[in-house]
């Protein structure tokens, strides 16, 4: 299920909603990742705005704006749909400091600048990633901090998944999962950031060993015909074993991974300079 078919099934019932956004933080594990960096970004005191580029449903800028009431919030999504739905969600909460706007992030221009930026899972899906990341260091106030997540590989633990993917992407004509146009190396990443005169400082591979069996099994469950009726015995049965493999990933220091977590500083110096 993708954001929006995940939006749909849940609605804009406040009670639901929320369930929904805490089942998605359970149950995956990039989301522990994106949160603990993003909420410690946006903890300094010197924080006024955040943008979240490409926000999906909006949980990370639903998070940010109701435990920052002080920060205003934009969530930017290419999909008119989820976009009025995030809105109806946000004025259903009463939360006046976030808005979700309608962008194409192919052709993103920032109205305005920002102290964080958060682009998750979305790089790997535009071709000319170098123009966004150009047009996210423009949108930043000096010194503002870029949170970037994306996918370094697709590696199975579970082999029969593996090749249950690998026929699906054949018969979509894809050359990879998930649309994506391509994966990233830690060295790719921060070479096209350094590039734009971003300063890296910090970065962490993710789904290694523990986390890609984790996946591997929610993903199972996900695909499953019976969605539905499984996962909430899926919930109480195995997911806790899950919980413990997610730990694991989370504390570890990866080798190597599935995913890329990297935190960029904008550098105004540098970039006077190369002018």
Not at 109 to 130: F, G, M, Q
Not at 173 to 185: A, L, S
Request: proline share 3%.
């Amino acid at each position: 299920m993708n954001s929006k078919q995940i939006s749909q099934f849940f609605g804009n019932s406040v009670l639901r909603r929320n369930i929904g956004y805490f089942l998605i933080y359970i149950t995956v594990l990039w989301e522990w990742y994106i949160r603990s960096c993003l909420l410690k970004a946006v903890s300094n005191k010197s924080v006024k705005s955040f943008l979240d580029v490409g926000c999906g449903m909006g949980q990370h800028a639903f998070a940010v704006a109701q435990k920052y009431p002080h920060i205003q919030s934009v969530g930017l999504e290419v999909d008119a749909e989820q976009v009025a739905d995030c809105n109806t969600y946000a004025r259903k909460r009463g939360l006046t400091n976030i808005t979700f706007i309608v962008q194409d992030l192919e052709t993103f221009i920032a109205e305005r600048k920002y102290d964080v930026i958060l682009c998750s899972h979305i790089l790997e899906h535009i071709h000319n990633d170098l123009k966004v990341i150009s047009a996210m260091y423009s949108s930043l106030n000096d010194k503002g901090i870029l949170i970037i997540y994306v996918p370094t590989s697709e590696e199975r633990v579970l082999p029969w998944l593996g090749r249950s993917i690998h026929q699906m992407v054949k018969a979509s004509g894809d050359k990879y999962p998930h649309q994506h146009v391509r994966y990233y190396t830690l060295g790719e990443l921060v070479g096209k950031l350094k590039r734009n005169h971003f300063m890296i400082k910090y970065s962490k591979i993710t789904y290694g060993h523990y986390g890609r069996l984790a996946y591997d099994i929610v993903t199972s469950v996900q695909y499953s015909p019976f969605f539905k009726l499984v996962f909430p015995f899926y919930l109480i049965m195995i997911h806790p074993i899950v919980l413990v493999l997610m730990w694991a990933d989370f504390k570890g220091n990866n080798k190597d991974g599935n995913g890329l977590l990297v935190v960029a500083q904008k550098n105004s110096y540098c970039s006077e300079s190369a002018a």
